[in-house]
C-alpha cells in the first residue's frame, strides 16, 4: 500500500512487486457541501438541495471518493485503472465521516490487480467499488498536497430570496434618480418580471437617453420630473409619504443626498425607531444568508441606537422567514473588557434581551468575527454558545467595521449582496453605485417580501 517515502511525507504506491492478495488500507472523509455542489452544477441543477440533486450527482460524490483512495492510499501513485465497477447502496449527506477500506483480492496476472473498496458510513455501507490496475514495475513516489478548497459561486441564498418573493404582489417604488445604467435596468427588470411597479424620479430627457443607450425603453414606467438629484430623492420621497408608493428606492444619486429626505423632521419618513441599514450577504462559503448592520447609516451607534438596530434587523429576518435569528454581537475579542467599549454595548444587549428589552431573536457576544461564523474557531476556544458559528446577523461595533466586513465579504470572498434600510415608513432599497444588477433585483425581492409581510 502507498506508504511514507523520500520524506515523512511522501506517498510511494504499490509495485507489480509489492502488491500482495490481502493488502488492506483505510481511509476516513468527511463529506463536504461543496461536493455536492461541484457534482450537482455538472448535472444542471447547481442550486438543488443535496437531497433533490439528480441521482447521477450522488453518485459522482461517491465516485470521486473511491478514486480518491486509490489516489491517496492503495494502491496509490504510479497505477493506471483499467476498469472499475461501482454498486450504490446508500445516498451520501453532507457531514457524515466515511471509513473507506481497500483491499487487494487478486492478482490477474504480474501487472494488474484487482482492489475492492468499501464506503462505510454511520447508516451502513454507502458503495461498493472493484477497481482494476495496471501496476508500474518500479516504485512511483510524490508528495501529497493539501486538498484545495473548490467553491462555486451559486448566488444560492440570494437566488431563494428571489424566488420567495416572485409569488407575492408587485412593490410599488418611487426610484430617485435612476441615471445611469444599472440602477435603471434593475427596476425595468423587476418591472418586466412582474415583481416591481417603479416610479421613476428624475429629469424625463435624461431617463430616456439612458433607457435608449441601454436598449429598453421607458414606455410602460410612470415617471415623475425632477431636475437635480436632491429633487428627485424629495420627490420620491413625498410619493412614499402620500401613499403613492410602498417604498423608496435609490438610483444613481449619493446614498447622503437620499437620505438626507429620507430623514428630514418635516417631511421625512421617521417613525418613532431609529433607522438602520442592513446588508444581507450571499457569501459562497457560508452555509445560509448572512446579514451584516449596520454599515451604512450609523455612524457611531450608541447602546440606545443599538437596539433598534438589533431588533430592526430582527424583525426583518422573522419578516423573511427566519423565525428565531441568531444575533452575534461583534468586537475584537470575546471577553468582557472594559476598555473596549464594544464588548460592554454587547453584554448589556444580551442581558436586555433576557429583560424582553430585545424581542424574538438569540443574542450572544462579545464575538471576534472568526467565533461568530465558525464553530472550529468557537470550539478551539472553548465558546459554548448557541449563536457562535452559526450567527444569521452581525452586528458591528460602527459603520466603519460593518463596512469593511461587508464589502470584505464581497470583493475578497466573492459575496454578492442586498441592501435595505429599516425603521422608516417604508422599506428603502439602497444600494451602492457600484452593485450590479443583479444585486439590486435582490434588495428590491427583500423590500418586497418586507411589505407583503407588514414589516417596514
Known sequence: MAEAANGADALTGLTQESARVGLTGTLRHTIKPQGFDLAAALFGAPDEAFDQMPTQAHTLVLQGLVLEFTARCLPGPGSVIIAQDLRVLGQPVPG???????????????????????????????????????????????????????????????????????????????????????????????????????????????????????????????????????????????????????????????????????????????TGRRISHVFAMDVPSYSKPLFITDAAINIAPDLKTKVDIVQNAVDMLRASGIATPKVAILSAVETVNPQIPSTLDAAALCKMADRGQITGAILDGPLAFDNAISRAAATIKKIVSPVAGDADILLAPDLESGNMIAKQLSYLAGADSAGIVLGARVPIILTSRADSVQSRLASIALAQILVAGGAG
Not at 149 to 171: E, K
Not at 233 to 262: F, I, N, P, Y
Open 96 to 270: 457524515e465521516e466515511l471509513e473507506i477500506v481497500g483491499t487487494v483480492t487478486a492478482r490477474p496476472d504480474t501487472e494488474t490487480a484487482l482492489i475492492a473498496v468499501d464506503l462505510r458510513g454511520p447508516r451502513g455501507t454507502l458503495a461498493e467499488a472493484a477497481v482494476t490496475f495496471r501496476l508500474p514495475a518500479d516504485p512511483v513516489s510524490r508528495s501529497p498536497q493539501a486538498r484545495p478548497d473548490i467553491q462555486l459561486h451559486l448566488h444560492r441564498h440570494l437566488n431563494r430570496l428571489m424566488a420567495r418573493a416572485a409569488g407575492m404582489p408587485a412593490l410599488t417604488a418611487a426610484v430617485a434618480w435612476p441615471c445611469d445604467r444599472d440602477s435603471l435596468l434593475a427596476p425595468l427588470e423587476a418591472a418586466r418580471s412582474g415583481a416591481l411597479r417603479p416610479i421613476l424620479v428624475g429629469p424625463r430627457a435624461l431617463l430616456e437617453a439612458t433607457a435608449s443607450a441601454a436598449g429598453v425603453t421607458l414606455a410602460d414606467c410612470e415617471v415623475v420630473e425632477a431636475e437635480t438629484p436632491v429633487a428627485a430623492a424629495a420627490a420620491a420621497v413625498r410619493l412614499c409619504r402620500e401613499g403613492r408608493a410602498a417604498s423608496l428606492m435609490k438610483g444613481s444619486l449619493h446614498t447622503d443626498e437620499l437620505m438626507a429626505a429620507a430623514v428630514a423632521r418635516d417631511g421625512g419618513l421617521r
